[in-house]
């Protein structure tokens, strides 16, 4: 695990997002580039049309005069000229650039195949911090430019400071230590910064609880609101507490390295005048690079420091992010099978959820009958969502193995094997899109056939839901977006439903508690027509549509369940039971328990 676990190494992920950027926009970038250097030049010359100046009024030399003084023009327009054309042509690449980093970064998150990293700690903090650093992505090849810049005129300055004396190079030697603590800084504030993560999003969740509308009925009766501020005040300061202490230290030992440099600024003017007793043009070229050499290290330290900060950790959460998404799909290459024959089995399926130790499912051994409709039942927490989201491939059984048809499921590509899944599930997304575009998601391919919409529409008694709405399909869901409506939970619902019944004929359709919200009746009504449709579809009926597709239904309600071909009883993670409604009432045991409890109470 420690492979997809560890951030890559830095240099290798910095190429490779340099890389991201070139492809995005070769030529302004390769300008940009260019420019920024171009732009450097003329500043870092500036010393040296000091010191022909100096010599040339000293010495009554009039060429040289003209000479320094043309220099100099030309080095201030230029420096000017050059800055805003250069800044012109960054903001565009950035503008190119940003666009394109922050698809891809949306892309690698939606393909990820399993959703292991959105539930641990450790990789939410990870992609929060890629979150927030893909929009400060693209200053830093701004920020790369400008380090060459920096470089480049430090280049030039130091040459300048030796053409006057060779020791004088060791300035640049002494400011080396800033140069150390300006690029060690910002990792270690950073890692404070992650160390305390969990508390930081823990802040921010009760921030967003404290403050936005969904939770806010339940804040207000429940009167929770000045004990979230005091939760969220305290979760803030476990996070800002060691972060600012870890930013002293850091700074404390900056100063120091900056008191350095300046007292070995002040030794070298000191040693040219007086030691060397140098001309009064030389004087002034130290004295001129000298200060300029403690600006540009200082450009210098400072734009690698946010490199380091900010580049070299966010393109190594970029790389890991490609890195992770790639080795999802890794080996998977078994084809899915057109139609089941043989159905799905599960052999001794152990799970625990990611970063947990207990077993949310047990040594579970089943086998789905294809064409079946099976019915998984059970307490609250039992363990039926989790049966359900392995065998849609979203988590990898921690032990056992499914297998689909005799092939392992971990063995086919999980695109492959979503592409026929269908399914609503108990929370299910409220997408905030024309209806007929919130239900046609379900199946990309005819997001726009109109049929097949209202035919999925019909399918989940949803019709009902649509006709409400002043505009029908075409009205913009979600209170927020203009003319945009909001539904009732239950209507949300049945809209979900829909969309999990625009695939015509998946292999596993599932419907984890999808009609929750909906009157027991309905229910019924819904699940009679539904199994009825789904029986039809049977492969020993040799029917040419025959498919073997399985149905699994998630319900509390034993009126729905008992018309289900097999119905698989889970209780404390592990199956208890499994059978024909007969066979299990005639056992006599936990199901036959809970189905008497539930008639007589609707008696
Ligand atoms: N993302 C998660 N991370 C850790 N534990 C989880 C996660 N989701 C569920 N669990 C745990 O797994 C157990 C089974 O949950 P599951 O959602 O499968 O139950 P369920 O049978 O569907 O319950 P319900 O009838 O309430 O929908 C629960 O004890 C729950 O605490
Ligand atoms: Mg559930």
Known sequence: MSSTDDLPPALPAMWRALKRGYEAAPLLLSVAFGLALAAALPDALLALWFKL???????????????????????????????????????RFRDQVTIALESHVAWL?????????????????????????????????????TTCGWI???GV?????????????????????????????????????????SANRLARHLFDV?????????????????????????AWERWYGPVARARRRSAVWHTLAWAIFGAAYVGAVVFVASVLAAAPGDVLLVLAAGSRLSAYIGGAVGEIGFLRGIWLEGSRRLAWLEDYAASQSHGADAPVPAQLGEGIRFEH?????????????????LRLAPGSVVAIVGENGAGKTTLVKLLCRLYQP????????????????????????????QDFCRFEFRVRHTVGVGDLPRLDDHPAVVAAVDRAGAADVVAQLGAGLETQLGPTWPEGVDLSFGQWQKLALARGFMRERPLVLVLDEPTAALDAETEHALFERYAAAARRSRPDRAQPAADGGITILVSHRFSTVRMADFIVVLRGSRVVEAGTHEALMAQGGHYA???????????
């Open 349 to 365: 399926v152990s799970f625990a959820y990611p970063g947990t130790d207990r077993l949310v499912l047990d040594d579970v051994t």
């Open 157 to 197: 300055t130091v040459a300048l400071l030796v053409s006057i004396h060779p020791a004088l190079a060791l300035l640049a030697g002494v400011a080396l230590p800033t140069v150390l603590t300006s690029t060690w800084r910002p990792g270690v504030e950073r890692a404070a910064e992650e160390r305390g993560g």
């Open 210 to 234: 404290a403050t936005t509308a969904p939770p806010g009925k339940e804040v207000r009766v429940t009167r929770i609101g000045a004990r979230l501020v005091a939760q969220r005040r305290a």
């Open 593 to 603: 328990e809970l189905y008497r409890i539930q008639a007589a109470a609707y008696r």
């Open 398 to 425: 921690t032990r056992g193995r499914i297998l689909v048809d005799g092939v392992e499921l971990a063995r086919m590509p999980p695109d492959a094997w979503r592409s026929r899944l269908s399914g609503a599930f």
């Open 53 to 91: 100046l100096a010599d040339g009024v000293l010495g009554g030399r009039r060429g040289l005069v003209v000479t320094a003084a043309v220099g100099l023009g030309v080095s201030a327009a230029g420096t000017w000229f050059l800055r805003v054309i250069s800044d012109r042509t960054q903001r």
């Open 152 to 154: 480049l005129r430090l």
């Open 109 to 145: 998150q939606a393909s990820v195949a399993t959703i292991e990293h959105h539930e641990r700690p450790a990789y939410l903090d990870r992609l929060a911090m890629l979150r927030n650093q893909v929009f400060v992505l693209d200053h830093m090849y701004m920020s790369l430019f």
